[in-house]
């Protein structure tokens, strides 16, 4: 569905949570999940914990995601999906549940 050109750019999809990863506690906190996006494509999102609250999903749950997509041999990854902390993008964003986390 994305490809490497699609690499640095911003992207909103939305997907099932297919996994709940532990988070990474190396450098900036990260929540990390994967969302199955349909097609048997899948996404890793890495979600700022040190700049947004988390989400709290369960397996299943349905999500949109607004965020810049990073190619890689595995699908790719999602991560920004929270406020500019410079206030010079739009920055992302989570949507699950009628709330939004950024």
Partial sequence: MYTKRDDGRWIEVTGFVRRLLSDDDDGSRHQRFI??????????IAHNL?????V????????????MYEWNDLGGLVHWTHD???GLEDGGWIRYRRKVFK
């Fill in 84 to 86: 500019d902390p410079h």
């Fill in 35 to 44: 969302i199955d996006i349909g097609d048997g494509w899948t996404l890793l």
């Fill in 56 to 67: 709290p999903l369960g397996m299943g749950d349905r999500v949109q995601v607004r965020g």
């Fill in 50 to 54: 040190d700049l947004a609250n988390r």
